[in-house]
């Protein structure tokens, strides 16, 4: 199994440009999330998803959309990048209160 | 407001030593809380779990303790090694739907 694989690992974009980060797990589980990373703060939830069609907005959802077609697939799209936007983003995955199962994570820089 | 707390930010020690991580938190209601590990560009990684009614588990050389009533918990690191180096994250889970609060983390660094 391959777990949680995220694509792409690093980006590079100017402001205002748009991209799609995507999140695959092969692990059959329901719930999973998008988190993003700062320098000296703890992971916080964008937005989740409890099953295949439905999205939830987290703590930090601002600026950015989420789909879930696919029960193995969770896009975060950012329709206008910032300069605030610039993170380490990771996708997570479980079962309901299950353990999750992170990503290797994405690096996005917004310049 | 639910909050995770830890403590310290950063900590160094020798190859062989032990060390502790503290934890405190304001979740309420507590559904449970778990210990992860961060490697350097990696994603976190679980290392234990633990319920209201657990107050101590192990996984090899990481030994979690939780005190429900003062809402505390630890990570005790036994015999450290250079590949214990990494973040430590605490993550409190809250009795409802998919809420989940992060601690920052503590930066654990082992010398040779």
């Known amino acids: 199994n391959a777990g949680v694989t995220q694509t792409p690992k690093f980006r590079v974009l100017k402001t205002g440009q748009s991209m799609t980060l995507l999140c695959a797990q092969d692990m059959n589980h329901e719930y999973m999330y998008w988190y993003r990373q700062d320098p000296g703060m703890g992971l916080r939830l964008i937005h989740y998803?409890?099953?295949?069609?439905?999205?939830a907005k987290g703590e930090v959802p601002d600026g950015y959309n989420v789909s879930r077609l696919k029960k193995q697939n969770f896009l975060l799209g950012l329709e206008s990048a910032a300069p605030s936007q610039t993170s380490v983003y990771f996708c997570?995955?479980?079962?309901?209160?299950?353990?999750?199962?992170f990503g290797p994570g994405t690096r996005l820089t917004v310049t | 407001k639910n909050q995770v707390e830890q403590s310290p930010q950063s900590l160094i020690i020798l190859e062989g030593k032990n060390c502790t991580l503290q934890c405190n938190y304001t979740v309420s209601p507590f559904s449970n809380l778990r210990w992860y590990k961060q490697d350097t560009g990696r994603g976190p990684v679980s290392l234990t779990i633990?319920?209201?009614?657990?107050n101590t588990k192990s996984n090899g050389r990481y030994t979690a303790t939780l005190d429900a009533d003062t809402k505390q918990s630890s990570l005790h690191i036994t015999a450290s090694q250079l590949s214990d180096s990494a973040s430590y994250i605490c993550v409190v889970s809250v009795s409802s739907a998919s809420k989940i609060i992060f601690g920052s983390g503590t930066r654990l660094s082992i010398r040779p």
């Open positions: 998803s409890v099953g295949e069609g439905t999205t």
């Open positions: 633990m319920t209201f009614s657990e």
């Open positions: 997570a995955s479980s079962y309901p209160a299950g353990e999750q199962y």
